[in-house]
């Protein structure tokens, strides 16, 4: 079966010029399986996105990352030669995703090689919400010590985070999602 990852923005803001989708596997460009990941297909995709307003470019990635930890370890490589790709120029950049995975592994320390964490990078008095982003669907689960495995990184000159938020609200008691939302607040200049 597939794992689906989706980019959606504001068509009425932002207008897409450039798409493209490839999978975590030995063959990106053909919908496979890699390494210890054989349950789902997964994979990445990534767009080049027009303002309208001010004719900003940015790209932007979203991924849904493998359980398998030798298919993250060699998915990250690939994911950063891909973005490296389709971003040519150099753009504003940003990945997004529930990478499951943890700061201190070594596929983070390979993504960190090529982007900014943002929960790293925005001061602890500009975080709001716990540090822990998977809820597990546990309405009692310590959100402090829970796994952050969704991640929110960013690179390029004049990206600046100035808010990021984990957002843990519950919905009459319970939580919408097994992950909490996470969003950070950029401004490029």
């Known amino acids: 079966s597939m794992k689906a ?10 207008e897409m ?5 490839f999978w975590c596997s030995e063959t990106p460009d053909v919908m496979s399986t890699g390494w210890d990941e054989g349950k789902f297909k997964r994979g990445a995709c ?3 996105l027009q303002d309208r307003k ?6 932007v990635m979203v991924s849904h990352f493998p359980l398998g930890k030798e298919a993250r370890l060699h998915f990250a490589p690939i994911v950063i030669e891909r973005a490296a ?4 120029e150099g753009l504003p950049s ?3 995703g529930d ?3 943890r700061q201190e592994r070594p596929e983070s320390e390979i993504l960190r090689s090529y982007w900014t964490d943002a929960f790293l990078a925005v001061p602890s008095e500009f975080r709001e919400g716990p540090t822990g982003s998977f809820n597990n669907h546990n309405v009692d689960a310590d959100m ?7 991640f929110v990184y960013f690179r390029g000159e004049g990206v600046t985070p100035r808010r990021y938020v984990t957002d843990d609200a519950r919905y009459e008691g319970i939580y919408p999602s097994d992950h909490c939302p996470v969003y950070v607040d950029f401004t490029i200049k």
């Open 5 to 14: 990852q989706a980019l959606v923005f504001r068509s009425d803001r932002f």
């Open 17 to 21: 010029l450039d798409f493209h989708h």
């Open 46 to 48: 990534c767009a080049t």
């Open 54 to 59: 001010s004719g900003r470019r940015l790209f």
């Open 85 to 88: 790709k389709y971003n040519p």
């Open 94 to 96: 940003f990945l997004t």
């Open 99 to 101: 990478l499951n995975t």
């Open 144 to 150: 402090e010590k829970a796994p952050r495995i969704d």
